[in-house]
């Protein structure tokens, strides 16, 4: 009897710290907010990335989420989706807001502008996937800094300094170049920046820059003005449609041109939209490849399940910007046990480097990086290829001197 | 800024593109002639066309000018069946036939974007390399494909002009009532004319879809050139096509070097409400 009594209270004891074991590591839920543009033409960039974070959240949640201090955090993402347009995105904010996200991982600034403002309002972390020389992205509606708003990304401005760098070592003799971008609202602020750094590098930017409309079906005006410009190279920004078409076009103009093409995705899915073997000459490109010896474990992982779960064209198509800002906040949270915004924030402002999806060591720039007023950013590698006589190579990653 | 290359390229894509344009409006304006009934969805049907091309490509292997024209048969038979179910029971109602038009387009453009995804895709090229006249270079593409519309049109002006079918074809656009008396079968006729449009417009989405990228809006992009070319043209006017169609194959050839991008566009649809304004008719068009 008495054996008996010890043994029941041996097993409340035990059923009781059990209990408080669950209940201490009791499983939460962590909504993140994706405001992406799943449908319209920007789709064509946003897409994969959600496919990527999708993926990416399910091998997160398979490993049993994010192990924040004492708790669990499962992963769940809630789309909002923008449409591919400029009044559908703030709307698509509002929808975050009225489903208590979390936080928020963005696509590129020029859609966000209105929107930050709302989940600014709504005291809700936004972190942007890729900063593209949006005007009045950083600051709030009073003009002040954005806090709420951080970069895992410095976007844009990697890409030219990359591009310029490439065009040095591969082409020495090059000395003039012609910038060619989409028409998104920031062209002349795009422009200051590249002539910016031109000066800096020795080259030569013409004063005459082409802007093109992203849905305009043919690109051979553009070309032909670049070709009675006659510079030795010239920047392509923008959507890879037209920048592959440009660079077929221009091919019949100045086969002698070299392209410096900004377009976000590998130098195969360029190839592909040139059409032309013949015409895949002289390209110098940010896209990315897929050596695994030169890319980190988990862009190796990420591929290989785009690559079983949708094939070559989408796994080729890799770009990684929402993985990465995912990576960053997981990053963060689990350093510093909670996943308060201001405690973010505060390590945010304070850290050197930060682990990303493209280096295991991306550092953080200053106010100033790149001589524009940008709040912090991680300054990530930038991926460079080439793709001359039809054959794409991938050259690595170029990694930047932060001041 | 405007160089002896420069003008020899704009040349070259007046060509271009105006053959496109003529090729995609055929099918409109034969409707448009012969009954009257603008049909919204034909310039989607130039795009579904191109992806009809391109899923044959990508999913059999079969040569990419095999598809097109498999492509072409396929949207024909659509064409019989758009003319007696969407066209033919609304031609004297031009309210629905509108809506109907404008319905067919939402549902092909949707279809579109559900095939594709967001992924950019295009037919594989004709063919590859260029010629080079000068300091202009030439693709065998854009060559390829200006001659194929050349064929494709002089057997459609033969039809029009030498062969009883256009001659029927005629007869119901300057008088469907007395082409009916006359014992025109003018149904039989208006449904070969919308097959043969719509395989014609196919064939041309195709050779766009391998010059550039296929996308779910390159029907809304092609179904404006095509109603200000036939509107220029003027009704019953099929000659006039050709003309209008050089007109505008120059326009977007031109305006574009002279102009940024969204602003040659905009002055182009301007020269052509101005040209409306001067002549409502059209340049070679009756009352209707």
Redesign the interface.
Known sequence: MKLRKVFAVLLAAVMVFAIAMTASAEEKTLKVGVAVNATGWFADFDANNWEELVIYADMLNEEGGLHVGDDTYKIELVQADGQSDFAGMPTACMDLIDKEVDFVIETNDFWMVDGNQLLKEADILTLSCYPDFATGFWTDADGNVNDCLLSCANGAANDIVALLTELGEMYPDAHTVMYVCNADGTEGVKYEYVKKVCEEMGYELLEQYEVYDSSAPDMTAIAQKVAAADPDAYIGQGVISCIGQLIAALQDYDPDCICLASCGQSVEVLASIIGDSTKCNKIISTGIGFDKEKNTELMNTIYDKLMDKFGPETANSWAGNFVNCMKVYKEIVEEIGTIDKDAIIDYWKNAETLSTVYSDEAHLGGKESFGLDFNRMIVNPTPISTLDGGVGTFLGWYQFDVQ | ?F?G??WL??GV?TLM?ASMYIMAALGFAFIFNMLGAINLAHGNIYMIGAFIAYAICYYTGLPNWLSILIAALITAAFGLLLERFAIRPFKDDFSRIVMVGVALMFIFQTSA?LFT????L?I??LA???VRIG?????N?KIIMFVIAVVILAIVLFITNKTKLGREMKAVSQDRLGAALQGIPINRVAAIVCAIGCGIATIAGGL?G?Y??L?S??GD?ITLRILMLVMMAGAGSMNGIIVTGLIMGFL??FF??LL???L??TVTLFVVIVILLIRPKGFFGHEM
Do not use: F, H, R, Y
């Open positions: 800024m160089t290359t420069i390229g704009i894509n593109l974007t995804g967001t992924k950019t295009s594989p090229l590859e390399g260029t300091a202009l270079g030439i693709s593409q766009m391998s550039q990228s996308s809006g390159m992009t977007d050839a574009p070097v940024s991008g969204s040659a566009t």
